[in-house]
């Protein structure tokens, strides 16, 4: 069936440091992908998506790149802020119904 | 901001007793999915519907879970008798009926605790 793997956090970085979140999924077939972030407190929000191979979505400084060929969905931010400190899943749509395949999520802990 | 609403934010239960989750879609969203997130931050799908019809649900909440979406009312999530495992944050969503690109929106969740 689907998957998705994803960063084993936590993760922790200093303020003004780079980001990657690994993301690598398996699917037979053409999904939707997606980066959401969940804030201590507070619901899953969506961070961005992206319907379409080899295209990008970014938001917020963050980005990441659907790579068919490779199956990874790789989240990345140039400078990270105090205030990114929060968990972050990689998700993909199955086409055929309309549950999400969640990964396991990956805690970000920035320091200033 | 969330549209989705839910309540109450937070309700504390003995083991054995009944407890009841409500849940507000975003409006025009005739889908909505019910998840457990627990301490791990890990979510277990429960069960969705598609307006008052249930699309999938796993085996523990035909069980042990009564849920709902009637219409012009809120859906519910209701553990028949709790358990000390059942102590998470249940979270619901809604989408559009889009299967191609639409997104879950979230509320803030319940939090359930089971003393």
């Known amino acids: 069936g689907d998957s998705v793997t994803q960063t084993e956090g936590p993760v922790t970085l200093s303020e003004g440091t780079s980001l990657t979140v690994n993301c690598s999924y398996e699917t037979k077939q053409y999904p939707t992908l997606f980066w959401y972030v969940q804030y201590p407190g507070e619901g899953p929000q969506l961070l961005f998506k992206?319907?379409?191979a080899n295209e990008k979505g970014s938001n917020r400084g963050f980005e990441a790149t659907y790579n068919k060929e490779a199956t990874s969905f790789h989240l990345q931010k140039a400078s990270v802020q105090e205030s990114d400190s929060a968990v972050y899943y990689c998700a993909l749509s199955e086409r055929s119904n309309y549950q999400l395949i969640w990964g396991s999520g990956t805690k970000l802990i920035i320091k200033p | 901001n969330s549209k989705v609403i839910q309540t109450p934010r937070y309700l504390v239960k003995g083991q054995g007793q009944k407890a009841k989750m409500r849940c507000i879609p975003e409006?025009?969203?005739?889908?909505v999915f019910w998840y457990q997130q627990n301490k791990n931050n890990e979510f277990k799908f429960l069960i969705n519907?598609?307006?008052?019809?249930?699309?999938?649900q796993i085996d523990m909440t035909e069980k042990r879970f009564s849920a709902e979406c009637p219409s012009n009312s809120p859906c519910s999530l209701e553990i028949q008798s709790s358990e000390a495992g059942d102590s998470a944050l249940y979270l619901c969503?809604?989408?559009?009926?889009?299967?191609?690109?639409?997104?879950?929106?979230f509320g803030e969740g319940s939090k359930l605790t089971v003393l």
């Open positions: 409006k025009g969203h005739p889908v």
């Open positions: 519907f598609q307006n008052q019809e249930v699309l999938q």
């Open positions: 969503a809604s989408r559009s009926r889009d299967k191609n690109t639409g997104q879950l929106y």
């Open positions: 992206v319907p379409k």
